[in-house]
């Protein structure tokens, strides 16, 4: 049987019991190291649960799938994922590979950063297509992302924008010399992240392009959520360029239609006391301040 472990959000402790015994009677047991990190390290997991944990980095889960496979009809594998195993979309392909193969295989879920944001009061109900903002370099900047952010505000909706993490990446010198040396890891913040929409809102401008977003539009900026020291700030993107939310993870949730309810939860977290002074409802779909 191929398990697929939740291990929530925070630390070792957020593991479910159901799968802390499974974790147990498993042949092996491989940790995914690339689509998110627990604010504790491999080693700290291994002692939590008195087990060996074998890393599976993005080449490991993409090339050699039958390598976690292998046995797994006749012996039990787990394959432990940060969060939920479907709050990313990576992990399907490996379900699909065990059922091709003829092996079995069980979820044991836990809380993904999907349905966590709702600690900032906004409604999951009112959110719109999930976003990924990806690390602008020189010669590449996509804007898509926006677009699905504009698509999102016209209908009224919250978008949540999770943030590119970078690991085990090769320079472009290292990767044509096919020399494995791997950059340290690399993980958006929120700064970042506004920094880029900012960018993309003056291109935008600059073309006469009828704005979904400004400058004023009101953002939500959290950090390591379900970790004792999550840090949630909220006030107008300008604002969220600069906002100190510590290390990582982040990510960012862009505003729809704000219901007073909500308004009332996002001024807990307000960057400043004037952040939600001017913010006025325009109609049922969008607003601006
Ligand atoms: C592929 S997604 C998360 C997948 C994970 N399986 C889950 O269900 O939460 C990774 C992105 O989610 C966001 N994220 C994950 N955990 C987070 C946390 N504890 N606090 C803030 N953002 C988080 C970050 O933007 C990160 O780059």
Not at 4 to 11: E, F, K, N, R, Y
Request: charged content about 25%; hydrophobic content about 40%.
């Amino acid at each position: 049987m191929l398990y697929l472990i939740g291990l929530g959000l925070g630390d070792v402790k957020d593991i479910t019991v159901k799968g802390m015994e499974i974790i147990k009677k498993c042949t092996r047991v491989y940790l995914e190291a690339y689509t998110s990190i627990l604010t504790v390290g491999k080693e700290a997991l291994e002692e939590f649960y008195g087990r060996e944990l074998i890393l599976a980095d993005r080449e490991m889960v993409e090339q050699e799938a039958d390598e976690i496979l292998k046995d797994a009809d006749v012996a039990d594998v787990a394959f432990l994922v940060v969060g939920d195993p479907f709050g990313a979309t990576t992990h399907s392909d490996l379900v699909l590979r065990a059922v091709k193969a003829g092996i079995s295989y069980r979820v044991i879920h836990n809380a993904s950063i999907m349905n966590a944001v709702g600690c900032c009061g906004l409604q999951l109900y009112n959110f719109g297509e999930t976003v990924s903002v990806v690390f602008w370099t020189d010669t590449w900047k996509p804007e898509s992302f926006y677009d699905k952010i504009k698509r999102n505000r016209l209908n009224g909706m919250h978008t949540l924008c999770l943030l590119d993490i970078k690991v085990k990446e090769q320079s472009v010198e290292n990767l044509i010399k096919g020399r494995k040396i791997y950059e340290p890891p690399r993980y958006m913040s929120v700064n970042q992240a506004s920094e880029q929409l900012l960018e993309i809102i003056q291109n935008r401008r600059g073309q006469s392009e009828k704005l979904a977003l400004s400058e004023d539009t009101i953002c939500v900026g959290l950090s390591r959520v379900g970790a004792e020291d999550q840090k949630i700030l909220a006030g107008p993107l300008k604002e969220m360029a600069s906002a100190e939310l510590g290390g990582p993870l982040h990510s960012m949730i862009i505003s729809g239609h704000l219901h007073p309810l909500e308004i009332d939860m996002l001024k807990l977290f307000a960057v400043s006391e004037a952040s939600f002074e001017n913010l006025k409802m325009t109609d049922s779909s969008t607003f601006t301040s």
